[in-house]
């Protein structure tokens, strides 16, 4: 199989209905593919580009991560220090261990702190809405505004669900991180990440505003009950008062893989660090412990299906990344680094076999069995080129 075949992967994925879908991989020190396929709406016929656009949501947490690691790196912040010394509302966060009759909640002291190292590894007991039950319930019972809807004065009524570093469970600890971030710079998130990973990565076309791209946006597109897609009017609050650094940002994969080939690299890229190679290490590391990463059941089907990402492999999760433990036959070694979007973004760091790769849509929900297919098929196909 030969580079060719890339392009055909993706082609196919379109003809398997998909509406437009972009692909890059960089192995040995360079990109050695770069693809597009298919339209950027089913609602018109202009041809999705390389540059375009997209909301990488959730692909936001790795950048977000190596900020903290950075702040790690230079004596401003320690691994398993006390989230609560940093921000307030984290001091004394409850345990919410379910609602009484009149649907109020109960809460109890959390036992424990809530430390930078749970934050980076989805321990500290934060939720998701659309992966919690409890969550969406304590939002309706109380009239909160949850974290989604762009204020920071939201944070003050967030809760666990349980104790610190009891269980893995995904959720908002990486916006709770950019805050960490703001708070120990005295910068918000945009700037700092500005300043110190984009502009030195030459990441030109990553930023936190929709209308900054609206030229060349790709358009969300939904699975309808029938299996066809359909453009649907979805945006991240723009009005927003913090950068969300669990997913706001929009980028293209031409941007992404810089930045993944930075992490591949052990920290630098094109003679510029961005972080020590013994933090890349470190980050590439197990820091669950006897925790493992679980499968995570859906709330809201139109944002998600229930997720199972590498079924049937031990995995872990390091400094702001999941990582396989074992390998994938044809597909990822032991020791990868990988993470995705909400809207099929996926990335995935081989450091064993020295490529990188990105490969990304605009479709919701989460998962969407066509699009997991695909990615799957242009994985193994990056395989059989090497």
């Known amino acids: 199989?030969?580079?060719?075949?890339?392009?055909?992967?993706?082609?196919?994925?379109?003809?398997?209905?998909?509406?437009?879908?972009?692909?890059?991989?960089?192995?040995?020190?360079?990109?050695?593919?770069?693809?597009?396929?298919?339209?950027?709406?089913?609602?018109?016929?202009?041809?999705?580009?390389?540059?375009?656009?997209?909301?990488?949501?959730?692909?936001?947490?790795?950048?977000?991560?190596?900020?903290?690691?950075?702040?790690?790196?230079?004596?401003?912040?320690?691994?398993?220090?006390?989230?609560?010394?940093?921000?307030?509302?984290?001091?004394?966060?409850?345990?919410?261990?379910?609602?009484?009759?009149?649907?109020?909640?109960?809460?109890?002291?959390?036992?424990?702190?809530?430390?930078?190292?749970?934050?980076?590894?989805?321990?500290?007991?934060?939720?998701?809405?659309?992966?919690?039950?409890?969550?969406?319930?304590?939002?309706?019972?109380?009239?909160?505004?949850?974290?989604?809807?762009?204020?920071?004065?939201?944070?003050?009524?967030?809760?666990?669900?349980?104790?610190?570093?009891?269980?893995?469970?995904?959720?908002?600890?990486?916006?709770?991180?950019g805050l960490v971030v703001e708070k120990v710079t005295g910068q918000s998130l945009a700037v700092y990440m500005l300043e110190n990973i984009l502009n030195p990565l030459k990441m030109n076309s990553t930023g936190w505003k929709a209308a900054t791209y609206a030229d060349d946006l790709v358009p969300v597109h939904a699975r309808l009950p029938d299996g066809s897609l359909a453009v649907i009017p979805f945006e991240f609050p723009q009005d927003f008062d913090f950068e969300a650094g669990g997913g706001g940002l929009y980028s293209t994969v031409r941007d992404y893989i810089r930045f993944a080939s930075m992490i591949l690299n052990k920290g630098t890229l094109d003679g510029v660090q961005i972080l020590k190679a013994e933090t890349v290490a470190l980050a590439s590391q197990n820091h669950l412990g006897d925790l493992r990463p679980m499968a995570l059941k859906s709330y809201d089907k139109t944002l998600t299906l229930d997720i199972d990402l590498m079924s049937g492999y031990e995995t872990t999760w390091g400094l702001g990344f999941l990582i396989n433990t074992e390998d994938i036959p044809n597909m990822r070694s032991a020791g990868s680094l990988a993470w995705a979007g909400i809207f099929n973004t996926y990335f995935w760091i081989d450091p064993k076999n020295n490529v990188t790769a990105v490969f990304a849509t605009q479709l919701l929900p989460f998962v969407d069995t066509k699009a997991v297919e695909q990615f799957t098929k242009f994985e193994r196909a990056v395989y059989v080129i090497q």
């Open 1 to 177: 199989m030969t580079i060719s075949s890339l392009q055909r992967v993706l082609d196919d994925a379109v003809v398997s209905d998909l509406v437009g879908v972009a692909g890059i991989v960089y192995y040995n020190g360079k990109v050695i593919f770069e693809g597009v396929a298919g339209n950027r709406s089913s609602a018109g016929d202009e041809k999705l580009k390389i540059t375009d656009h997209f909301r990488i949501a959730s692909m936001t947490k790795a950048i977000t991560s190596v900020a903290i690691l950075q702040l790690i790196e230079k004596g401003k912040l320690v691994l398993d220090q006390d989230s609560g010394t940093i921000l307030s509302f984290m001091k004394d966060i409850p345990v919410l261990e379910g609602f009484d009759a009149d649907k109020k909640p109960i809460l109890r002291p959390k036992k424990g702190p809530v430390t930078i190292r749970q934050l980076l590894t989805h321990s500290a007991g934060l939720t998701y809405g659309f992966l919690n039950g409890m969550d969406g319930e304590y939002y309706a019972n109380t009239g909160y505004a949850p974290i989604g809807a762009g204020k920071r004065a939201a944070f003050a009524n967030i809760f666990l669900a349980r104790d610190p570093g009891t269980q893995w469970e995904y959720g908002i600890n990486t916006d709770v991180l």
